[in-house]
């Protein structure tokens, strides 16, 4: 009985086998399908993940502006909202897109900007900073009166 079994579970699996090879070329093609469906940049464009394509020639000097404005703005940023704690991410920004003058899809623009008028933008923290604080000291004399 026990080789019986063993013989069953064998033909079992030889067949569970032989349907998965038959199968893998249209499991394969749905695979593709379904990734090429999410991963093309018209599909990602439609959907609003990216704003462009990037062409193949361009995308080192793309990525590179790209990255060096993200770290000297997310600096800003984290500086503005240390100096003002009721800011939060887009309200900085805010503040960043406000006193920039280039234009803020061209990250090599906005990076010339920062670099240029980086006194400003210090001198703009410190500014928010102190308008915070004075704010803070308000409060707190209106506590004291009550």
Known sequence: ???????????????????????????????????????????????GVIKDAVPWAESRTYFFYLAK?????????????AADSSLDNNGAL???????????EDNAAVLDYYTANDADITAKISEMKTAAIKAKIAELE???AE
């Open 1 to 47: 009985e026990a080789c019986d079994d063993t013989d069953a579970s064998a033909a079992i699996k030889d067949k569970i086998a032989a349907r998965e090879e038959l199968l893998k070329p249209v499991y394969l093609q749905a695979a593709t399908e379904f990734a090429d469906l999410h991963d093309k940049t018209g599909r990602m464009k439609a959907k």
């Open 69 to 81: 404005r993200r770290i000297a703005q997310d600096n800003y940023v984290s500086q503005l909202r």
């Open 94 to 104: 805010d503040i960043l897109k406000g006193m920039c003058s280039a234009d803020w």
């Open 142 to 144: 209106k506590e004291l």
